[in-house]
């Protein structure tokens, strides 16, 4: 039996996500329909983690295992001619039967793009969130440095994933380290980007900082409020969840 690795970028917009799910199109569903007329038997593929839907990869990471004997270079070629053009697979490589790629993930980046330009033209307007409006970026910058470190997320997950229950029964469940956490701006392109590098991120944890971070930048919060959104543990203190369209995940490392 073979362990297989494979780098994948992928348009989100017309998927339901990564997760594989009953009704709509899904990442994961696609690659494991594709692999499956390859191989000619159904297989699990793996992923490093799940993305929204309507959000992008760069590079997500996935794996699975098989027993078809095409070699690393004929399946790359041969699964991107399966594959919608929307999903292309980078590299595929042959790994260790331990490596699994959500388990043996140690750190992840996601980036965030917002276009600040006043017209979003219609080849970028579905990977980025345009927002024409004025932000202090000075203030946001300032914001994002207290996401760094290790914090309790759940003000910053999504709703319907940490109920009470979970809190009393999993202490410590949204606990994660975030050992980066920045802007960066691109005057070409009048684009903010928002870059996140940490252990692990919760369903919606990204997309809840960056409308934090629009709220900071507004002048609704202020910068050390996130301080005070992190100790109150209360989704309902933090400011809204920005659209998945800017949303990508650039890296993941082992």
Known sequence: MRNLKLVIA??????RGWQ??????????????????????ELQVHGSGRTDAGAHAAA????????????????????????PGSIRVREVAEV??????????????????????????????PFVYHYPYPLDRKRMAEAARWVEGEHDFTSFAAAKDLSDSDREN??????????????????????????????????????????????????????????RIFEAQDRSQAGPTAPASGLFLVNVEY
């Not at 992928?10 to 998927?15: E, H, K, L, M, R």
């Not at 899904?26 to 000619?40: D, P």
């Not at 990204?206 to 301080?227: A, F, S, W, Y």
Request: include cysteine; proline fraction near 7%.
């Open 170 to 227: 999993f202490p410590g469940s949204a606990v994660r380290r975030i050992y980066s956490s920045r802007f960066l701006w691109r005057p070409k392109l009048q684009m903010l980007v928002y870059e996140i590098r940490g252990s692990g991120f919760l369903h919606h944890m990204v997309r809840n900082l960056v409308g934090t971070l629009i709220e900071v930048g507004r002048g609704k919060l202020q910068p050390r409020d996130m301080l």
């Open 60 to 83: 997500q990471v996935a794996n699975f295992k098989t027993e078809c004997p095409f070699p690393a270079p004929n399946l790359l070629r041969a699964l991107n001619n399966l594959l």
């Open 10 to 15: 992928y348009d989100g917009t017309n998927f």
């Open 96 to 125: 260790a039967d331990s490596f699994h790629a959500r388990h043996s993930a140690r750190a992840k980046t996601y980036r965030y793009r917002i276009l600040q330009a006043p017209v979003a033209l219609p080849f970028i307007s």
């Open 20 to 41: 594989r799910q009953p009704h709509g199109p899904t990442v994961q569903g696609t690659l494991e329909s594709a692999l499956a007329k390859m191989t000619g038997h």
